[in-house]
């Protein structure tokens, strides 16, 4: 999922967000159209329509629309996941992070890929034993649905806003600076897609982009390192040492320490990269695609894998950066007399320098290639956040809340298009609202919300007995807020946006305080909670546990 997510300033990036997100390019000029790139991403849209097209005509229920019918293999579903996650931001921002900063750009790596194993013991399982198509119907399985089911799905479309926002600004202008085209063209093209792919062919289709897009950026990304390391003999070690000869801060960029030196920070910044990945709603919904829990914590397995490998790659690409391109004037805005700072005039900026790099080892065909799949990529990540927003508002919200199960199914699947096509629209003109904001701050926000927010609601209903709806609620609340004036009064925010003299919270991360905030509330407030309504809640949890550990009334694949 996302993901994340696109082109960040390097202050931006190391300061808050390269969390999964986009890159906020900053200014940028159009470049020349760039054909080759244009004609490969409509092969992909082409084929990504017709596979829409067939998805339509099989989405007849909803679980169709919102789970593909619990259909997906593990195989596919692994992928599906990989693509959610693996966003432009991992791609071009974390190879642009190792590219400046060395070793130390491995510090989102490592955070993104360690949230996985909590979501491998913690969460798939029981979430697909427990719910249907939202994680806040496993949140509520035995808590009042209506408070649950609205802080849940608050969570989740605080969540979906923000990353959108982010998505639609970074790929307005990365397709500015790529494909030669016009930013609010870029924009409408994203939007546009977004809303075809979800309202027509739901899941699946998601699902198939995904997939699609994951095969494409993992076999671009692999031709791309091997062919750095086939210049050096596929020894590691000689690629490095070529790195650090050519690097202004030598043999600096092989030591930690550089990128984020406050404990404090780099503890808060791990805190919100882990347990975000567990709360982020588009990513916990690929769990009810799967037939049962077996095949989703094999998803989870194969995925984390599939993730850590592109997180290799990704750095292998980023000191092949700095080897290859950094001696090479081509790829750098020349000062007087062909002089150049080797870190901070790239052209398009340090977050292209994959792109670059394309160029350098295949050509202007491989350079179309990558700028395709970037873009591929953000339309994918989008697409599955749109799903997520829409089933929100048509399943939680509608459905549960408002008509308390008294509607139909073809009337919420009905509700859930006409969502996906307003929120649709209303990221296009986010996007263009925002298009000379840096959004950098939105990225972490999501997160922070994931990890303070949906994680602490989703993991307390299903481990504690203890907890109940108050709890529940309080602590979703507690946690969503704080996360939010915590952001908002970071230097990211407080001093970068809103152009104050200094924050009045002085990290930019705030999970490392709004996530232990959000559990506590919940545990206090339950443990207060002395109702009737509290005593049937925890008597509740026996017949919640023997069903999320062996998955027996849990629904079953739909179609096959």
Request: net charge positive.
């Given at each position: 999922m996302n993901r994340l997510f696109l082109g960040l300033t390097l202050a931006v990036i190391a300061a808050s967000a390269a969390y999964a997100a986009g890159p906020d390019?900053?200014?940028?000029?159009?470049?020349?159209?760039?054909?080759?790139?244009?004609?490969?991403?409509?092969?992909?849209?082409?084929?990504?329509?017709?596979?829409?097209?067939?998805?339509?005509?099989?989405?007849?229920?909803?679980?169709?629309?919102?789970?593909?019918?619990?259909?997906?293999?593990?195989?596919?579903?692994?992928?599906?996941?990989?693509?959610?996650?693996?966003?432009?931001?991992?791609?071009?921002?974390?190879?642009?992070?190792?590219?400046?900063?060395?070793?130390?750009?491995?510090?989102?790596?490592?955070?993104?890929l360690v949230g996985w194993p909590i979501v491998l013991f913690l969460i798939a399982e029981r979430l697909r034993n427990l719910g249907k198509f939202t994680f806040a119907d496993v949140a509520s399985f035995r808590l009042d649905q209506t408070s649950i089911r609205i802080i849940s799905a608050v969570g989740t479309l605080v969540v979906v806003?923000?990353?959108?926002?982010?998505?639609?600004?970074?790929?307005?202008?990365?397709?500015?600076?790529?494909f030669g085209l016009p930013y609010l063209y870029a924009v409408i093209i994203v939007g546009v897609l977004m809303i075809v792919y979800v309202a027509f062919g739901g899941m699946k289709a998601t699902t198939w982009v995904q997939?699609?897009?994951?095969?494409?950026?993992?076999?671009?990304?692999?031709?791309?390192?091997?062919?750095?390391?086939?210049?050096?003999?596929?020894?590691?070690?000689?690629?490095?040492?070529?790195?650090?000869?050519?690097?202004?801060?030598?043999?600096?960029i092989m030591a930690p320490g550089g990128l984020v030196s406050n404990p404090v920070e780099?503890?808060?910044?791990?805190?919100?990269?882990?347990?975000?990945?567990?709360?982020?709603?588009?990513?916990?919904?690929?769990?009810?695609?799967?037939?049962?829990?077996?095949?989703?914590?094999?998803?989870?397995?194969?995925?984390?894998?599939?993730?850590g490998y592109f997180y290799i790659l990704t750095f292998i690409i980023g000191f092949?950066?700095?080897?290859?391109?950094?001696?090479?004037?081509?790829?750098?805005?020349?000062?007087?007399?062909?002089?150049f700072d080797k870190l901070k005039d790239m052209i398009g900026g340090t977050n292209m320098v994959a792109?670059?790099?394309?160029?350098?080892?295949?050509?202007?065909?491989?350079?179309g290639f990558i700028s395709a799949v970037a873009f591929a990529t953000i339309l994918a990540v989008v697409a599955g956040l749109t799903l997520a927003g829409a089933s929100a508002i048509s399943h939680d919200l509608y459905a549960q809340v408002i008509a308390r199960g008294r509607t139909t199914e073809k009337h919420e699947v009905n509700l859930s298009k006409i969502s996906a096509v307003v929120i649709g629209i209303v990221a296009i003109y986010l996007g263009y609202v925002f298009e000379n904001q840096n959004v950098a701050f939105m990225v972490g926000?999501?997160?922070?919300?994931?990890?303070?927010?949906?994680?602490?609601?989703?993991?307390?209903?299903?481990?504690?007995?203890?907890?109940?709806?108050?709890?529940?609620?309080?602590?979703?609340?507690?946690?969503?807020?704080?996360?939010?004036?915590?952001?908002?009064?970071?230097?990211?925010?407080?001093?970068?946006?809103?152009?104050?003299?200094?924050?009045?919270?002085?990290?930019?991360?705030p999970a490392l305080f709004s996530m232990p905030l959000a559990f506590a509330t919940i545990w206090v407030v339950s443990l207060m909670d002395k109702s009737r309504r509290?005593?049937?809640?925890?008597?509740?949890?026996?017949?919640?546990?023997?069903?999320?550990?062996?998955?027996?009334?849990?629904?079953?694949?739909?179609?096959?």
């Open positions: 390019l900053g200014a940028v000029q159009q470049s020349a159209t760039n054909w080759p790139a244009i004609l490969m991403f409509l092969f992909f849209v082409l084929l990504t329509l017709g596979i829409t097209y067939k998805a339509a005509k099989g989405t007849k229920s909803a679980a169709d629309f919102y789970a593909a019918g619990g259909g997906i293999s593990a195989g596919t579903n692994s992928l599906a996941i990989a693509g959610d996650y693996m966003s432009a931001a991992s791609f071009l921002g974390i190879s642009g992070l190792v590219y400046t900063s060395g070793f130390d750009g491995l510090i989102y790596s490592t955070g993104f806003a923000f990353y959108l926002i982010a998505q639609m600004v970074g790929a307005g202008k990365l397709i500015q600076l790529l997939v699609i897009k994951a095969c494409l950026l993992l076999g671009g990304a692999t031709f791309m390192a091997g062919a750095v390391l086939l210049k050096y003999g596929f020894n590691p070690e000689v690629l490095f040492a070529s790195a650090v000869q050519v690097h202004p801060k030598g043999d600096a780099a503890i808060s910044l791990g805190v919100g990269l882990m347990f975000g990945t567990a709360g982020l709603p588009h990513i916990l919904m690929r769990f009810f695609t799967v037939s049962d829990a077996q095949a989703a914590r094999k998803s989870v397995f194969y995925a984390t894998g599939l993730i092949g950066g700095i080897a290859l391109l950094m001696s090479d004037p081509v790829y750098f805005k020349l000062g007087p007399a062909g002089a792109v670059n790099l394309a160029n350098a080892v295949g050509g202007p065909y491989f350079l926000l999501a997160f922070a919300v994931a990890a303070s927010c949906n994680f602490p609601v989703l993991a307390m209903s299903i481990l504690w007995r203890g907890t109940t709806t108050w709890g529940a609620l309080a602590g979703g609340l507690v946690g969503l807020l704080t996360a939010v004036v915590m952001v908002v009064l970071s230097k990211a925010v407080w001093v970068t946006t809103l152009g104050n003299p200094a924050p009045l919270f002085p990290y930019d991360n509290a005593q049937r809640e925890r008597a509740a949890f026996e017949a919640q546990y023997v069903r999320s550990e062996t998955g027996i009334g849990a629904a079953g694949a739909h179609a096959h």
